[in-house]
């Protein structure tokens, strides 16, 4: 996607030999900053302090962290055990996001086949871009699937200027290796020239549509306007909410949906309303293994990101410092808890839009759409190596 004109994926290889770049999130949208990354532990550290984040993102640097790893072990008499150390230090970065494990698993599946390290590091190499480039692919996949949506809305609309979009959390091009997923259709509507606005909630407690989701629509000239968390029923009431699109950090097969904590109110609050809510994802963002949305782990997060605010101070001319502080909002001694993630089941969700199409949020629906996912349901055999990377 584009930032100041220029295209960027939010991770790639850098000409450095064993360096690998990543966009940090944690400065925008103040400050552009490119992060750097040559060890397994550099890729840990990125992944748990957030700078990078979202589903898709998060499973290709850990793809490459995996890389990394393997080059790191070449030293190493027993390398594949090296790298598996440094799988298990990956998973426990955040535990909820689901393409983290999946990405790490993917790469030993095909590093247990290599013959030495130096094999290992190739092969890395080779399975982190391709990790990556199917990520972006995908994401593309899911705005072609998602555009018929949108530009059904405006045909029903009428005079109506735009088609209004509520979304939650940062599901864009950050979140993934690029277009994102939510913001997918939302970008492809744009560019077809099917007029659409934006309501950006600021996603508290990190506030990642205010600061992530409100600054890559602005680069790509979508229309948008931040709302506080809480405006977003008020304004499905108004009439002035035609959809809410979100994404999912991790989807069972029976369409559960995992996604920043307060997605379940949104899902409410659209039912209430009549109001179509629909979550992207791609494939990679499911849970195979898992039916029921009490069953994925959701993760706590450190309380300071409730109880204080972080941003630039304005001086008296209104000159802003250039770095960040971080300002208490709540007085001693009162405590905070941070879940990071909630719930929402199935039933209320309109569809889910995946890079082979837009299904129902049931497993009887998702089977339709990758029914090699549900081999091992019925009892068939299936050799690992056979299966599908997603599963």
């Given at each position: 996607?584009?930032?100041d004109?220029?295209?960027?994926?939010?991770?790639w290889?850098?000409?450095?030999?064993?360096?690998?770049?990543?966009i940090?999130?944690?400065?925008?949208?103040?400050?552009?900053r490119?992060?750097?990354m040559r060890?397994?532990?550099e890729?840990?550290?990125?992944?748990?302090?957030?700078?990078?984040?979202?589903?898709?993102?998060?499973?290709?640097t850990?793809?490459?962290?995996?890389?990394l790893?393997?080059?790191?072990?070449?030293?190493?008499?027993?390398?594949?055990?090296?790298i598996?150390?440094?799988?298990?230090?990956?998973?426990?970065?955040?535990?909820?996001?689901?393409?983290?494990?999946?990405?790490v698993?993917?790469?030993?599946?095909?590093?247990?086949?290599?013959?030495?390290?130096?094999?290992?590091?190739m092969?890395?190499?080779q399975?982190?871009?391709?990790?990556?480039?199917?990520?972006?692919?995908?994401?593309?996949q899911?705005?072609?699937?998602?555009?018929?949506?949108i530009?059904?809305l405006?045909?029903?609309?009428?005079?109506?200027?735009s088609?209004?979009?509520?979304?939650h959390?940062?599901a864009?091009?950050?979140?993934?290796?690029?277009?994102?997923?939510a913001?997918?259709?939302?970008?492809?509507?744009?560019?077809?020239?099917?007029?659409?606005?934006?309501?950006?909630?600021?996603?508290r407690?990190?506030?990642?549509?205010?600061?992530l989701?409100?600054?890559e629509?602005?680069?790509?000239?979508?229309p948008?306007?931040?709302?506080?968390?809480?405006?977003?029923?008020h304004?499905?009431?108004?009439?002035?909410?035609d959809?809410?699109?979100?994404?999912?950090?991790?989807?069972?097969?029976?369409?559960?949906v995992?996604?920043?904590?307060?997605t379940?109110?949104?899902?409410?609050?659209?039912?209430?309303n009549?109001?179509?809510?629909?979550?992207?994802?791609?494939?990679?963002?499911?849970?195979?293994?898992?039916?029921?949305?009490?069953?994925?782990?959701?993760?706590?997060?450190?309380a300071?990101?409730?109880?204080?605010?972080?941003?630039l101070?304005?001086?008296?001319?209104?000159?802003?410092a250039?770095?960040?502080?971080?300002?208490?909002?709540v007085a001693?001694?009162?405590a905070?808890?941070n879940?990071?993630f909630?719930?929402?089941p199935?039933?209320?969700v309109?569809?889910?839009?995946?890079?082979?199409?837009?299904?129902?949020?049931?497993?009887?629906g998702?089977?339709?759409?990758?029914p090699?996912?549900?081999?091992?349901?019925?009892g068939?055999?299936?050799?690992?190596?056979?299966?599908?990377?997603?599963y």
């Amino acid at each position: 996607m584009l930032v100041d004109g220029k295209h960027y994926r939010t991770i790639w290889e850098s000409q450095d030999e064993g360096v690998i770049n990543v966009i940090d999130q944690r400065c925008l949208p103040f400050a552009f900053r490119i992060e750097e990354m040559r060890t397994v532990e550099e890729v840990a550290a990125v992944i748990q302090e957030m700078a990078v984040r979202g589903a898709g993102l998060i499973g290709a640097t850990a793809g490459w962290g995996m890389y990394l790893a393997a080059r790191g072990a070449r030293a190493c008499e027993d390398w594949l055990a090296e790298i598996r150390k440094a799988g298990d230090l990956l998973k426990a970065t955040r535990p909820t996001a689901v393409n983290l494990a999946w990405a790490v698993e993917r790469q030993l599946s095909a590093l247990k086949h290599c013959v030495d390290a130096k094999h290992a590091e190739m092969k890395a190499r080779q399975v982190a871009r391709a990790i990556a480039d199917e990520d972006a692919a995908m994401c593309q996949q899911i705005g072609d699937h998602g555009l018929p949506l949108i530009r059904s809305l405006a045909a029903k609309m009428g005079a109506r200027e735009s088609v209004n979009i509520l979304t939650h959390c940062n599901a864009g091009w950050l979140a993934f290796v690029d277009h994102g997923s939510a913001t997918s259709p939302i970008y492809a509507a744009h560019d077809a020239g099917i007029p659409v606005h934006v309501w950006v909630d600021e996603t508290r407690p990190r506030n990642q549509g205010a600061r992530l989701t409100a600054w890559e629509l602005a680069q790509h000239g979508v229309p948008h306007t931040l709302i506080v968390d809480n405006a977003g029923g008020h304004l499905m009431q108004e009439g002035k909410v035609d959809m809410v699109l979100t994404g999912t950090d991790r989807t069972t097969r029976g369409g559960d949906v995992a996604n920043k904590i307060g997605t379940y109110l949104k899902a409410l609050a659209a039912k209430d309303n009549g109001i179509p809510f629909y979550v992207a994802l791609p494939s990679s963002t499911f849970d195979w293994k898992i039916l029921d949305g009490s069953e994925i782990p959701v993760e706590y997060r450190d309380a300071r990101e409730v109880t204080h605010l972080e941003g630039l101070q304005l001086g008296d001319l209104g000159a802003v410092a250039e770095e960040e502080e971080s300002f208490r909002i709540v007085a001693e001694p009162t405590a905070g808890v941070n879940p990071a993630f909630d719930i929402t089941p199935a039933r209320l969700v309109s569809g889910l839009i995946t890079e082979r199409g837009v299904c129902a949020a049931s497993e009887e629906g998702i089977e339709e759409l990758f029914p090699e996912q549900f081999i091992l349901k019925t009892g068939i055999g299936t050799a690992e190596s056979e299966l599908p990377h997603n599963y």
